[in-house]
């Protein structure tokens, strides 16, 4: 899911990049606000967790790979706004130090990993999660279909942004400039190895530490909560 | 044992276990994720590479390619795995270290 470089045009990076900064300013204030000391080191964790989570790549069927995140999991522990920061610090060492993602699709990358991920799983883990009491059974449902939810709709934008290349960027014959895979193509590869296999990874991860860190006592992110 | 650091012994089990996943898709014959190609990649299976991409793709030269060690493309699966350890043992310490650092000036601010 981490798009290289070479692969969405400038015009689409900046975009994202432009779309990503208002949200990682809202994301500072947030965690400035609903964060205490005792949490930084947890802020850490998360994304350090979510980083070696993402190294396990696991063959989907058609010959390619991919791999969990574990940012919903971080999003249930501090919130969704600390999980697009600590994911966002991954994705940019990511980048960086392993070119796993590309400079230029920064903005894409932390759009798709560290903000829809994380807020499509926290709000899809809330609604089923409703009132239940803190360590049910329910909560650790909840927390698994969040992360099966989170990832599918993280790839699904990943596909649409590789499938609107050829279409918006091509030369006057019609041969692509960037992503030379449209809609038709993007969008099943992307989503259907995340449907099959790799939201099962993403649930398996999610639940088992949800699971563990209910024996801890551990509290979880309660919106709003100071 | 506090449970952050029975959170981080975690981190560590994961990282040492981390060639799992380069073991699996190996063991599968599964190649690079879907539209993570590199230049070569996509020049074979496409005949030519689109302008743009040309232009860009090379923008940025990491210097632990794909959690390897430069020049050890090739090598096998024990070498691999060893690079990849130590790639997610420097890139867990950078980024816990970014993180621990940003948490600790956003958190401050309220303080």
Redesign the interface.
């Known amino acids: 899911?981490?798009?290289?470089?070479?692969?969405l045009?400038?015009a689409t990076c900046g975009v994202f990049g432009a779309v990503m900064i208002p949200i990682w300013m809202a994301a500072?204030k947030r965690?400035?606000?609903t964060?205490?000391?005792r949490?930084?080191?947890?802020?850490?964790?998360?994304?350090?967790?979510s980083?070696?989570?993402m190294?396990?790549?696991?063959?989907?069927p058609?010959?390619?790979?991919?791999?969990a995140v574990g940012g919903v999991l971080v999003a249930l522990l501090l919130g969704p706004w600390a999980a697009c920061?600590?994911l966002t610090?991954?994705l940019v060492?990511?980048?960086?130090?392993?070119?796993?993602g590309?400079?230029?699709a920064i903005g894409a990358n932390c759009f798709n990993i560290a903000f829809v991920l994380p807020f499509t799983g926290y709000y899809v883990h809330k609604l089923i999660s409703s009132n239940s009491p803190a360590g049910s059974k329910r909560r650790i449902i909840a927390a698994g279909a969040g992360a099966y939810v989170g990832i599918c709709v993280a790839a699904l934008c990943?596909g649409i942004e590789?499938g609107l290349q050829p279409l918006l960027?091509h030369?006057p014959n019609g041969?692509?400039?960037?992503?030379?895979?449209g809609l038709n193509v993007?969008v099943p590869?992307?989503v259907l190895?995340h449907l099959l296999v790799i939201g099962w990874v993403e649930v398996l991860v999610t639940a088992l530490v949800v699971q563990y860190?209910q024996k801890?006592d551990?509290v979880f992110f309660e919106g709003g909560r100071s | 044992m506090t449970l952050a650091n029975k959170l981080w012994r975690g981190i560590g089990v994961l990282m040492v276990l981390s060639p799992l996943g380069l073991m699996l898709p190996d063991r599968f014959k599964a190649g690079t994720a879907w539209g993570e190609w590199g230049v070569d990649e996509l020049q074979k299976m496409r005949g030519s590479l689109p302008q743009g991409f040309q232009k860009l793709s090379d923008l940025w030269k990491a210097p632990l390619p794909d959690y390897a060690f430069q020049g050890w493309e090739g090598k096998d699966l024990f070498h691999s795995s060893f690079a990849y350890i130590v790639s997610a043992a420097a890139g867990i310490a950078i980024i816990a270290g970014v993180a621990l650092l940003l948490g600790k000036v956003l958190v401050k601010e309220h303080e």
């Not at chain 1, 058609?62 to 791999?67: I, L, M, Q, V």
Request: charged share 5%; no cysteine.
């Open positions: 899911m981490h798009i290289p470089d070479g692969y045009s400038p500072s965690v400035t606000k964060l205490n000391v949490q930084v080191p947890f802020l850490a964790i998360g994304a350090a967790f980083f070696v989570v190294m396990f790549n696991v063959p989907i058609g010959g390619s790979t991919g791999h920061i600590a610090v991954a060492i990511q980048a960086f130090l392993f070119g796993d590309g400079i230029t990943a590789f960027y030369t041969q692509a400039l960037y992503s030379p895979y993007a590869a992307m190895g860190l801890q551990f």
